[in-house]
């Protein structure tokens, strides 16, 4: 197969598979991967995963990788809290929240970091498209919790403060009767939730 033939039939894909690549050439033989990715036609992002080397990278597209690089995963925590604006630092790596063990990776495009939650408390993600293929991540009320259960040393008010929180930003796109609900059933974190909402409502 022609890599000119390849690259038209997975032009919507951002992330591409062995598998997806299998769904419409069956017969195809792995080490074209290889020879493409020695030509810089693709790049490598972990055993299995691929991109086009001319892919346009953004912060959905990023997003697109994370979830298809480890599954089942949604995009949360640092990641999620910066893409709402709700932190000030910039992000360097995305931050994910996955079902199996906390693990990462290192790629071409980005660092890829999963911090395993327990399986029921995967939930609380909104679905989005980038390309013709969907990604998951965090509602910013899911987000917050997500890192609050991460970071069991916030508990001071200090430490909120050191956080440097939008308070505005998050008041503005969140519902707190949500924020409540999304607290795990956890007494210790929905106390630690308590000081917060106070602190971003004064």
Known sequence: ?????????????????????????????????????????????????????????????????????????????ETALSYYGLIPEGVYSITSAATKKTTSFKSPTANFIYHRIKPQLYFGYRLASQGGQGYKVADPEKAVLDYLYLHPEIVREADFQEWRFNSKGFLAMA????????????KQLAKRLEKLIKLIQR
């Open 1 to 77: 197969m022609r890599f000119q033939d390849f690259k038209a039939k997975l032009k919507d894909f951002a992330v591409f598979s062995l598998s997806d690549i299998r769904k419409f050439e069956p017969e195809f033989h792995r080490p074209r991967l290889n020879e493409w990715q020695a030509k810089g036609y693709i790049k490598k992002l972990r055993r299995g995963f691929y991109v086009f080397a001319d892919l346009a990278l953004n912060e959905e597209t990023l997003f697109l990788m994370a979830n298809h690089l480890y599954s089942p995963s949604y995009v949360s925590f």
């Open 175 to 186: 519902d707190l009767l949500t924020l409540r609900r999304y607290a795990y059933g956890n």
